[in-house]
C-alpha cells in the first residue's frame, strides 16, 4: 500500500495515526481521492472472478 490510497503510520503510534487523520479531515478532495483509488484497488485486488481464476490456478499448481 502506498501514499496514494491511504497513510502508513508506524505501529502503536498514535500521535502518526492522529496527525494522518487530521491530515486527511483537512483536506476532503485529497480524503476523497485515497478514498476511491482504496475502492479501485480492492475491486481489482479481490473481485470474485479475478479471485476464482487465481485460486484455480492455485489449485492447477497444487495437483502437480
Known sequence: IDERVGA???AGSSAHLA???TTLLADPS?????S???RQRALA???WRKLAVDY???YETMKR
Not at 30 to 34: D, I, Y
Request: net charge neutral; proline share 5%.
Open 8 to 10: 502508513l503510520t508506524p
Open 56 to 58: 484455480l490456478a492455485l
Open 45 to 47: 485486488l479481490y473481485d
Open 36 to 38: 476511491e483509488a482504496a
Open 30 to 34: 485529497t480524503w476523497r481521492a485515497k
Open 19 to 21: 496527525a494522518a487523520i
